[in-house]
């Protein structure tokens, strides 16, 4: 057996150094500036903003007033962290970094990450715009991929509309992550009827094509929010359905994070077992910052792109 | 591209592999050879047939695409995958159980369960406020409280014989198990099509078991 040698390793480097190169270039030329991101973070700082986040799996450092830092686990949340504190209104910032993530995952788990954030500007066509950017950058790689695009507005209208407490929630919300259709069944069955609970049980069919989707709303319960973010994505499918056929639509995307606010996207490339790009509109994670700044990016998973670029040395 | 399914190896596949078998998909599947590995050229499917511990390791790894396996093993790996149909096949309950007649355990704050699914031993256990110890078996977990070497096992429990002949009882039923399929995150992405197919083609025949039974 020969175990992985300088020379792989170098060779590996060498591949990942043009990759980044490449994707700097392409994320130059679409008018996006560098930015360098901070890896560490004030703990408390980050998990009130982020309060999603998995508190135990954040790596923590202490620094010598003994006042507690990790090591990022969110590219994004620490660029708002440190921008919106002294934003000025009228600012329009089109980033993008390389950096990496840390997260306990048996032991200490790095991920090297590259990104584009989008501050300040919303018209009609902004998530289309940084869509396409995301398009374009798998689109260099490879044609056997996907992207599926889903929009918070909708599940939080219906979600919201069911008033349901805290326990169900959750239950709720996790059965529709998972999937189990006949579960979310039977629990919603239980539960007193109201209206919303029927569009509820056919949140897993709102998924695919989104033509197809549209057709299975049909008679059933909506509301103001729900509307607007079926609105949304209409106007991408509208942008994007004589342009590319590899994107679908899933109305059920539920998001591990908690700030996505709006459209929310992923990108997949067959084969790959992770998502290669992950992203969405975040405009109410920075009114937290008493500033109504709207917000998109993405991020591109390198390590998950590089298992499918890189062949070994030949 | 093929559809690449796990299959659980024991009587969980059987079933399985009998109406897969029914519906005419499948049939070069031999479980009595030695092979693991059975592919239907004709549907497009590949079979694997896997401990079944093992085929929720394999699914959430992208390495096939669907595969059939117990909510017990779902409940207790935690894995990220989708549960896309329950079946009416492999149909059990987790329990509580313990020696006949010594239900109540007021003595000890800390009670001792031995199982061989300590993950949802502990979550059931914190919703109820009970501390535990989990003490972790691989087999004949009947035999842990007569040994006296915990307080209560969970486990398991079909018919309830087995339980009997060692002399224990039910104190409580946690959890009703069947046998579920289930799909990696990113197969169903670009399969979605073939999966749901495939898991409409089962439920007809599922459905019948559910009257047999």
Redesign the interface.
Known sequence: MNFLKIEDEINFSQTLYKLKREIENFLHNEGYMNIEPSIFEGYDEFTDVNFRIDKKSTVKVFDNSGEILILSPDITTGIINKFMTRWELGLILKIFYYGKTYMFSNGIKEKRQMGVELIGEKNENTDESVLNTALKIINKYTDDY?I?IGNSKFLKGLIEACLFNKVDYDNVLNLIY??????LKEYLEKLPYREPISTLLNILDL??NFDEINRSLNGLYMNDLMKEGLRELYNIDEFFKNVTNKI?YDLSMVSELSYYDGIIFRG?I?????EIIKGGRYDSFTEQFRFNVPAIGFSIELDELMKYLYKGVI | MALTVAIPKGRLGDQAIKMFKSLNIGEIIDEKSRKLIFEDTEKNIKFMLLKNSDVITYVENGIVDIGISGKDMIMEEEADIFELYKMNIGKCKMSVAGIKGRKIFQEDAILKVATKFPNIAKKYFETKGQKIKVIKLNGSIELAPILGLCDVIVDLVETGNTLKANGLEIFDDMYSINAMIISNKVSYKFKRKEIKELIELIRREDEKYDKDN
């Open positions: 996907l599926e998972v999937k189990n259709k006949q579960a998924e695919g679908t997949y067959n084969g790959i077992n992770k």
